[in-house]
């Protein structure tokens, strides 16, 4: 089955700064990378995803590569404000895939803490 | 209400209670979850009920029983918890194989 590794599980930033947090996966298969960010008290939340026919995606101050060769993926927050401190989670899926595993797979996290 | 809503937000059970986890989903969607999230842990999918099929995680003890009477609910009963149960229990929907999911804000379970 696939394995999503995420890195890093802590980072704090200066308010203003840039935060990147990378994931790899094993199964060449997955075409599917959303991330979700998880506020305190919350369930997580779909930020911004990208399928495998593309290797970017801008929205505002996030954005996602995709490097398929290499088999990862990275999260990119620009201007860093103190109301991006959450968990954010990696995933990745193979949505042609049958008998569940279509079910994206989860990393395990990234606590960003965003300093005034 | 609107998007993905689950009660109760907070239980404390002791080993011996019964008790149930309830979600409910205004989206129109036709496909829920259950995922366990535990601390220092990867979200670890439960079970998924869909029009085609329903999946079950091999690992997940007999002692939480999910039911799906439609399309917009979902329960999950506990019986006999221990205390590693303890955790929150996040419901999710999606359309069908369409790639978002969309997450409940979970009950948030002590086992005592």
């Known amino acids: 089955g696939e394995n999503v590794e995420q890195h890093p599980s802590t980072l704090s930033v200066q308010e203003g700064d840039s935060a990147v947090i990378k994931c790899t996966y094993s199964d060449s298969a997955s075409n599917y990378f959303p991330w979700y960010k998880q506020e305190l008290g919350k369930g997580p939340q779909l930020i911004i995803d990208i399928r495998s026919n593309v290797g970017e995606k801008k929205d505002q101050r996030i954005a996602v590569t995709l490097n398929k060769t290499a088999k990862h993926f990275s999260l990119h927050i620009t201007e860093t404000q103190p109301e991006d401190s959450a968990v954010y989670f990696c995933a990745a899926s193979n949505s042609q895939a049958s008998g569940g595993s279509y079910i994206p797979t989860f990393g395990r996290g990234t606590s960003l803490i965003v300093h005034p | 209400e609107t998007g993905v809503t689950q009660t109760p937000r907070h239980l404390v059970m002791g080993m011996t209670n019964k008790k149930s986890l309830k979600c409910e989903q205004h989206?129109?969607?036709?496909?829920m979850y259950w995922y366990k999230q535990s601390a220092k842990k990867p979200l670890e999918l439960m079970f998924v009920y869909s029009l085609e099929e329903r999946v079950e995680n091999n690992s997940v003890p007999s002692r939480f029983s999910p039911e799906c009477p439609n399309s917009s609910h979902l329960f999950l009963h506990l019986h006999t918890l221990q205390p590693e149960d303890s955790a929150l229990y996040l419901c999710?929907?999606?359309?069908?194989?369409?790639?978002?999911?969309?997450f409940g804000p979970g009950t948030r379970l002590t086992v005592t």
């Open positions: 999710a929907s999606s359309q069908e194989r369409t790639y978002e999911q969309y």
């Open positions: 989206l129109g969607h036709n496909a």
